[in-house]
């Protein structure tokens, strides 16, 4: 089993080096077990340069049955060990910051504590490099708003959050509960980088209503955005959920926008042709229950 492992995830990486590390053996011992698959099949299944490791045609028509191999060992292996009333195995997400740092983290302490043996790896990434590494099953899930399902990828919504107005302390519209978008014309903004699914719906409803905003700075993380409007360097507009603490503690101002659809959905994204482990669709069922708590 450990030479279709370490075949499965040399296909992955393109790197004995790497694989090396992923495993805690020797390059040496990496070759070793590949050299002893490739004789079992009397087959060359990778080609290997100073720069890169690729599989051989051989290699590539052989990988799609070894990861399936390989899922389906690991399965029998959670199955067993779910049925006695324990449930252990992997699973990795990734999830955009605004979500994974400020939405997740109540639900992964209890999650964790209810399954000690499941192992969660969480990234934060932008939403358009989660849906390549859903493609490419370099994760289990991704966690993103606005999504946008094909027909490889589907999307099992499971929350929504709402968009605010947020200003300084020293800002004129500092203390108003509610606001008109079109009060925001000619404002100092700070946003959302141009390629984000959230900047991107912003964009439109300030279109929308005729709105034309005075962009000073961008950045792709929220944290970044919420900091540059502490420093009164313009307003923005972010997710409710990711300004509560500074609210609460009066550093940010939030104010509800009255005239546009402020709902920003949240999904999650998996690959639809790829089959949920018993510990992915716990999460998942965990994570929806949480959701409408």
């Known amino acids: 089993m450990i030479q279709l492992k370490l075949f499965s995830e040399l296909a992955r990486e393109q790197s004995f080096v790497k694989v090396a590390k992923l495993n805690h053996i020797s390059q040496p011992a990496v070759s070793v077990h590949v050299k002893k698959l490739e004789d079992a099949l009397g087959q060359q299944l990778l080609s290997r340069t100073s720069q890169t490791t690729q599989l051989t045609p051989e290699g590539l028509l052989i990988l799609e049955d070894v990861r399936e191999i390989l899922r389906l060992c690991e399965n029998i292996k959670i199955k067993s060990n779910y049925s006695a009333g324990v449930l252990e195995g992997h699973i990795r997400i990734a999830a955009i910051h605004s979500v994974g740092m400020y939405e997740l983290g109540d639900f992964l302490s209890g999650f964790m504590k209810a399954f000690p043996k499941v192992c969660v790896h969480l990234e934060y990434e932008h939403s358009e490099a989660i849906y390549e590494a859903v493609r490419k099953e370099q994760i289990d899930i991704g966690i993103v708003a606005y999504p946008k399902p094909n027909h490889l990828i589907e999307s099992i919504p499971f929350s929504e959050d709402e968009l605010v107005l947020v200003t300084g ?9 509610s606001v008109s978008i079109s009060q925001l014309k000619g404002e100092p903004f700070v946003a959302f980088g141009e390629r984000i699914p959230t900047r991107v719906v912003i964009d439109k ?13 961008t950045h792709n993380n929220v944290y970044t955005l919420k900091k540059a409007v502490e420093a009164e360097i313009g307003v923005s507009i972010l997710p409710n959920e990711t300004v509560k603490e500074e609210v609460a503690k009066g550093t940010l101002h939030k104010i509800n926008i009255t005239d546009i659809n402020s709902k920003r959905p949240l999904s999650i994204i998996r690959l639809a042709s790829k089959d949920i482990s018993t510990p992915l669709e716990v999460f998942i069922k965990e994570l929806l229950s949480f959701a409408q708590k």
Request: a positive charge; zero cysteines; hydrophobic letters at 35%.
């Open 169 to 177: 302390r020293k800002h004129k519209l500092n203390g108003k509960k």
């Open 205 to 217: 409803l300030l279109a929308e209503k005729g709105i034309d905003v005075n962009i000073r700075m």
